[in-house]
C-alpha cells in the first residue's frame, strides 16, 4: 500500500503530461512502423513467402517488438533528462519522502504505458495491411510485457545518465537503431554468421522479438528467451536504484 502511494501520484503527473500531446505521440510512434508495414509487408512481402506462410505475418511481430522497444525508451528517457537538465524538476521527486525504488518504478510504468499505446495502436493498424489476428494467449501478452518492461528500464537508465538532449540523440543511435535492425525484427537470427548470430542472440530485442513470433505463429516457446528477457529487466532495475542511490542527479541552477 505504502508502494502505490509513492508511485501513483508520479505516475498519474506524467499521464496529465501526456494527456496534452496524446495524439502527436501516437502518430509519431506510429509513423515508422507504417512506414516498415507499408515497405516490408506490401512492398518486399508481397515477394517474399516463409514456411509460416506470407512475410507479412513473420515480420509483424519484429515490428511490434520494435515498436515496443522504441515508444517505451522515448516514452521515459528522454522527459527525465529534460526534467534534470532543463525545467530542474526531477530534484523535486529527490528530495520527496520517497524511496528511490519508488521513483524508479513509476518511470518505467510511464514508459510502460506509452508503449502499450503505441502496441495496441499498431495492432489496430495492421489489420488493414491484411494481417492475420494473432493467437492472444498468455505468453504472447508475458513477451510483450517483458518488451516493455526491458525498454522503458533502460530508457530511465539512458535518462539518468544523459548529460543532454544530444547525449539521448547519441545513445539511441548507437544502441537503440542498430537493435532495431539487427534484433530478429526483419529476419531470423539464425541466417547470421557464427559469432554474430550467437552476439546477437544476447541484445535485449532478440528475445523479445523471437518470443513474440513464436506465441504468434502457435510455434513452440524456448525457455532462454524467458531467461534472457528476465536477467535484463533485473539489470536494468538494478542500474537504475543504484544510480538514484548515488549519483549526483542534479546540475546547479545556471
Not at 495524439?23 to 512502423?33: D, E, Q, R, V
Not at 501478452?141 to 528500464?153: G, K, M, Q, R, V
Request: glycine share 8%; aromatic share 12%; proline share 5%.
Amino acid at each position: 500500500m505504502q508502494l502505490f502511494r509513492e508511485v501513483f501520484p508520479i505516475v498519474l503527473r506524467d499521464l496529465i503530461v501526456l494527456k496534452r500531446r496524446l495524439i502527436i505521440l501516437i502518430g509519431s510512434n506510429l509513423m515508422g512502423p507504417i512506414l516498415y508495414l507499408t515497405a516490408f509487408g506490401w512492398g518486399l512481402g508481397s515477394q517474399i513467402h516463409t514456411s509460416e506462410g506470407s512475410y507479412l505475418n513473420f515480420v509483424l511481430p519484429g515490428i511490434l517488438s520494435l515498436t515496443a522497444m522504441t515508444s517505451a525508451f522515448n516514452g521515459s528517457g528522454p522527459s527525465i533528462t529534460i526534467s534534470r537538465i532543463y525545467t530542474k524538476t526531477f530534484e523535486e521527486l529527490l528530495i520527496a519522502p520517497i524511496k528511490t525504488s519508488s521513483i524508479a518504478i513509476a518511470k518505467i510504468i510511464t514508459g510502460l504505458i506509452r508503449g502499450i499505446l503505441a502496441c495496441i495502436s499498431l495492432i489496430f493498424v495492421s489489420f488493414f495491411y491484411g494481417a492475420n489476428p494473432f493467437l492472444w494467449n498468455a505468453i504472447f501478452i508475458i513477451h510483450l510485457t517483458f518488451c516493455l518492461l526491458i525498454f522503458s528500464s533502460m530508457g530511465v537508465v539512458a535518462g539518468l545518465i544523459a548529460s543532454s538532449h544530444e547525449t539521448m540523440n547519441r545513445l539511441n543511435s548507437f544502441f537503440i537503431t542498430p537493435m532495431a535492425f539487427l534484433g530478429g525484427t526483419f529476419f531470423n537470427t539464425s541466417l547470421l554468421p557464427f559469432p554474430i548470430n550467437q552476439i546477437i542472440s544476447l541484445l535485449p530485442i532478440t528475445p523479445c522479438s523471437n518470443g513474440l513470433r513464436a506465441a504468434a505463429l502457435g510455434k513452440p516457446q524456448n525457455l532462454s528467451f524467458f531467461f534472457l528477457e528476465s536477467i535484463w529487466l533485473i539489470f536494468l532495475v538494478s542500474i537504475i536504484i543504484y544510480i538514484l542511490k548515488n549519483k549526483e542527479l542534479t546540475t546547479p541552477y545556471s
